[in-house]
């Protein structure tokens, strides 16, 4: 079945303990990207990769980094998470390319709290 | 800020009723998709619109995408329960490596 797994579903933290949010896909998409979704503002882009080795900052990248060393995965690492990191994260694949918007599929979200 | 705002961002109607959502910006995306996201899950492409002007349809659900590339449109005819959901629009930049999502609008159809 093809799809976009991420783990945890959930997480609670403290401030400055570091994690992980993992992200797996198994379509062979180019293309992988982070977003936080927080109520009233929709969905706002962190980083996006367009392959291997290719990462780049969206919207709100700060406090947050990436690598993407395999196709198939891009982990999310918050080094000191901080109270306004607490959101609902998403990971999310589409193949890239051919001068066209793909679509975007969406793993299952990870809520993370920050306390 | 958002760069796209979408309106309303409740609505709640009878089942059998007509609604439009809009998504509108003063920035010109190269492409537009509308997602549709159920409670728990993440978002699922509807549609995708490219060309200014374009109009798409999709059973009851009618996307069109403005002569200038700032703006788009979800109409839903005859509305069912099955419709309730949060629908988000998202903008393309030009190289389509980044996407602005909308606040979204909140579907809330009454059997």
């Known amino acids: 079945e093809a799809q976009v797994t991420q783990n945890p579903r959930y997480l609670i933290t403290v401030t400055g303990k570091k994690l992980t949010v993992t992200c797996s896909q198994n379509?062979?998409?180019?293309?992988m990207s982070w977003y936080r979704q927080d109520p009233g503002l929709g969905l706002r882009q962190i980083y996006y990769?367009?392959?291997?080795?290719v990462t780049d900052k969206g919207d709100v990248p700060e406090g947050y980094k990436v690598s993407r060393k395999e196709k198939r995965n891009f982990p999310l690492i918050l080094e000191s998470p901080s109270p306004n990191q607490t959101s609902l994260y998403f990971c999310?694949?589409?193949?890239w390319g051919q001068g066209t918007a793909h679509e975007q599929y969406f793993g299952p979200g990870t809520r993370l709290t920050v306390t | 800020t958002q760069l796209l705002e979408q309106s309303p961002q409740f609505l709640s109607i009878q089942e059998g009723e007509n609604l439009t959502v809009y998504c509108n910006s003063s920035s010109v995306f190269s492409s537009l998709q509308w997602y549709r996201q159920e409670p728990g899950e993440g978002p699922v492409l509807l549609v995708t619109v490219v060309t200014g002007g374009e109009v798409k349809k999709l059973k009851r659900l009618t996307f069109q995408f403005g002569d200038a590339r700032k703006d788009s449109s979800l109409h839903i005819t005859a509305a069912q329960p099955g419709d309730t959901g949060l629908y988000l629009c998202?903008?393309?930049?030009?190289?389509?490596?980044?996407?602005?999502f909308g606040s979204g609008t909140k579907l809330n159809v009454k059997p």
């Open positions: 999310a694949s589409s193949l």
């Open positions: 998202a903008g393309a930049s030009y190289n389509f490596n980044k996407f602005y």
């Open positions: 990769s367009m392959n291997v080795e």
């Open positions: 379509m062979n998409h180019e293309y």
